[in-house]
């Protein structure tokens, strides 16, 4: 309870206005387009409003089998359910904005305050690092502990991405942060991490395995391989006693059980958390100091 009230009463230093400039703009085009949608049919339901009788008589004439009672009956409940999905699109806007963008930054303090022994830490991987909020509030936590650690982010920078999705904007944006000497970038795939065995003491990941693999609806075996295989690259590139937080959507429970398999220690689950209209949790768990390695592997 203290560390959700903690959570909630926390403001980024500069104000939402400067943490959506830098990291918010990822979900401007999801936003954009709602908006867009909530604006055209306000517009359709006000030029409807204005001529109503209009509509009704002519809809009447055209098609004479229901009286103009009945049409206006119609019209009314058609323009009652086109404001429910104008509702409903400025709902989702706004979930879009503050799980992006607010929830996201409450979120990963609290995952830096689940991190046991900052000042001992030397090396710590975000996994899907995007444009860097998770990364630069690693970063800064280990500029302000003096421990002279180094954080790396890895995430699959694809050739045309643009600037606002590349390598070199996450790394513009630690150093707008003051944290590009504590910071190193890699491309690779969260499935085949290019790093080495035993390699961090802290492995963080906010929202990066559950988009791994294809899944529309259900659940699907494939998709669920992919994210095996992304927790298995975690537990690989983590150091024997080291920890690793994960915040993800909807498959945290999937994650428990194979962490279990993997034999995995001081697993801890957070309460659920809505982000984006549906549930996510937060999983911690440390690697014992003689992992099964290569153990239970996925494929």
Not at 28 to 57: D, E, M, T, Y
Not at 192 to 215: I, Q, R, W
Request: with cysteine; glycine share 10%.
């Amino acid at each position: 309870m203290a560390m959700a009230m903690a959570m909630a009463m926390a403001r980024p230093r500069g104000g939402w206005r400067r943490i959506y400039c830098m990291y918010g703009k990822e979900d401007s085009g999801i936003i954009a387009g709602l908006l867009w949608r909530a604006a055209f049919l306000a517009s359709l339901q006000i030029l409807l409003l204005n001529s109503f009788n209009f509509v009704a008589g002519y809809v009447t004439s055209v098609f004479p089998f229901l009286p103009i009672q009945a049409w206006s009956f119609l019209l009314g409940f058609g323009m009652g359910v086109m404001a429910l999905m104008i509702l409903c699109f400025l709902v989702s806007a706004l979930n879009v904005f503050y799980s992006g963008v607010v929830l996201q930054w409450k979120m990963i303090q609290r995952m830096l305050g689940m991190v046991e022994g900052w000042h001992g830490v030397q090396s710590v991987l975000d996994v899907g690092c995007r444009k860097g909020m998770l990364l630069n509030a690693v970063a800064l936590k280990l500029k302000k502990e003096g421990s002279g650690g180094r954080v790396v982010g890895v995430d699959l920078w694809l050739p045309g991405s643009g600037a606002k999705g590349s390598m070199s904007e996450t790394l513009r944006i630690a150093s707008i942060e003051g944290v590009r000497e504590f910071v190193t970038c890699k491309t690779g795939n969260p499935c085949d991490l290019p790093l080495m065995n035993n390699t961090f003491d802290v492995v963080v990941s906010a929202l990066c395995l559950n988009n791994l693999g294809e899944e529309t609806g259900r659940i699907t075996q494939a998709a669920a391989l992919q994210r095996s295989r992304g927790l298995l690259e975690i537990v690989r590139v983590l150091k024997p006693g080291g920890q690793a937080i994960i915040w993800d959507l909807l498959h945290v429970p999937e994650y428990n059980v194979k962490l279990q398999e993997l034999g995995m220690s001081d697993i801890r689950i957070s309460e659920p958390v809505s982000a984006f209209m549906v549930p996510s949790h937060v999983i911690y768990f440390r690697k014992p100091q003689e992992s099964r390695e290569g153990a239970d592997d996925p494929s």
